[in-house]
């Protein structure tokens, strides 16, 4: 009887033991799960107020200007970048054909 009532807490022990080690599975899984959904519903907060973004006049009409596009009335002014001798490229010296066509005004 001593026997079969060691074997059955034993069996108890080793049960309890197998439960509470798929409970601490189960925990962290659910504790990943919540710190996933945190993220998500950040992502969806940012997302949304991309949204609304995209219905105001200012984000359309700054996406616009950056196309080239203006108001009536408006003047556009473009700057021209200034290239010094530094900066170009240096002409490659030309072959004996290619002075020969450019004289004779032929294009390769």
């Given at each position: 009887m001593a026997i079969?009532?060691?074997i059955i807490i034993g069996f108890l022990i080793f049960t309890n033991l197998k439960i509470n080690r798929?409970?601490?599975e189960i925990l962290s899984q659910?504790?990943?799960?919540?710190?996933?959904?945190?993220?998500?519903?950040?992502?969806?907060?940012?997302?949304?107020s991309g949204i609304s973004q995209l219905g105001e006049q200012s984000y359309w009409e700054e996406k616009i200007r950056e196309q080239g596009y203006k108001k009536p009335g408006e003047e556009v002014v473009a700057i021209k970048k200034v290239i010094t001798e530094e900066e170009k490229?240096?002409?490659?010296e030309k072959n004996l054909l290619?002075?020969?066509?450019?004289f004779f005004k032929i294009k390769q």
């Amino acid at each position: 009887m001593a026997i079969f009532l060691f074997i059955i807490i034993g069996f108890l022990i080793f049960t309890n033991l197998k439960i509470n080690r798929r409970r601490q599975e189960i925990l962290s899984q659910i504790e990943f799960l919540k710190k996933e959904i945190q993220i998500l519903e950040e992502k969806s907060a940012n997302l949304k107020s991309g949204i609304s973004q995209l219905g105001e006049q200012s984000y359309w009409e700054e996406k616009i200007r950056e196309q080239g596009y203006k108001k009536p009335g408006e003047e556009v002014v473009a700057i021209k970048k200034v290239i010094t001798e530094e900066e170009k490229e240096p002409e490659k010296e030309k072959n004996l054909l290619e002075k020969f066509l450019e004289f004779f005004k032929i294009k390769q």
